[in-house]
């Protein structure tokens, strides 16, 4: 059985850091993309950060590049995701997904697959980012 949990969120002031967990269960997280996406309230799901099967390629929205990274332990079955630099409007839950079925291997390595939301089928459960002073 496909299991996705994150940990990790919380509450911080601007300019701090978190890191959050995506621990995987029922298959091998190298083997397939797995993406971290964010939602606030009243607003659409949008997408943070992926990395592509086998972590050939990794993607960062332009509103989180040079702040947040994303690591795995591939010993853990694990990604994480540091953010660094943090501000009021990265207050969020924050999702981490991933996609079994056709052209996985194209997730987060072409230009136009795995960067939304619907193109996953596979969900953690979401943890709450709040960044506020």
């Known amino acids: 059985q496909v299991q996705l949990v994150e940990s990790g969120g919380g509450l911080v002031q601007p300019g701090g850091s978190l890191r959050l967990s995506c621990a995987a269960s029922?298959?091998?997280?190298?083997?397939?993309?797995i993406a971290w996406f964010r939602q606030a309230p009243g607003k659409e799901r949008e997408g943070v950060s992926c990395?592509?099967?086998?972590?050939?390629?990794?993607y960062y929205a332009d509103s989180v590049k040079g702040r947040f990274t994303f690591s795995r332990d591939n010993a853990k079955n694990t990604v994480y995701l540091q953010m660094n630099s943090l501000k009021p409007e990265d207050t969020a839950v924050y999702y981490c997904?991933?996609?079994?079925?056709?052209?996985?291997?194209?997730?987060?390595?072409?230009?136009?697959?795995?960067?939304?939301?619907?193109?996953?089928?596979?969900w953690g459960q979401g943890t709450q980012v709040t960044v506020s002073s």
């Open positions: 990395v592509s099967s086998s972590a050939f390629n990794t």
């Open positions: 029922g298959f091998t997280l190298d083997d397939y993309p």
């Open positions: 997904a991933t996609y079994f079925g056709a052209y996985y291997s194209d997730y987060c390595q072409s230009a136009t697959k795995g960067y939304y939301a619907y193109e996953y089928n596979y």
